[in-house]
């Protein structure tokens, strides 16, 4: 979630935005709290291993309330440059998914994993 999405939700006007106000005055401690709790969520609906890879792919553990939703993996190098983006068909079997890492070479790379409702980016190493 965008922080300017945060900061609206938290505003005093946010269930009803006008022309002279827009969504009123942010709420920080309300806008704090919202995001928390949308870093927890999004931590609790994937997790990655093992880290750091050493093999030729890692597994990508789907918690069962993102199923049935699109996503899509996205992997980066340090520089930001995407080498490898999939998008996982929404029928994932068994919660797990299992993620090429052969053609990388060594180093430090983020994943992304995008949902229609939540975004995970987190760090891990290739030996």
Request: zero cysteines.
């Amino acid at each position: 979630m965008q922080v300017i999405d945060i900061l609206q939700r938290s505003a005093s006007q946010a269930n009803s935005p006008d022309s002279l106000l827009g969504y009123g005055i942010p709420n920080f401690t309300k806008a704090s709290q919202i995001a928390s709790e949308q870093l927890k969520s999004s931590q609790e609906a994937f997790r990655f291993y093992p880290n750091p890879v050493s093999q030729d792919s890692f597994t990508l553990w789907v918690n069962p309330s993102q199923r049935n939703t699109a996503l899509t993996v996205r992997i980066f190098d340090t520089t930001g440059k995407i080498i490898s983006e999939q998008n996982i068909a929404s029928a994932i079997e068994k919660n797990t998914v299992y993620l090429k890492s052969s053609s990388f070479p060594a180093g430090t790379y983020l994943i992304q994993i995008t949902s229609p409702t939540l975004r995970f980016t987190d760090k891990f190493v290739k030996y």
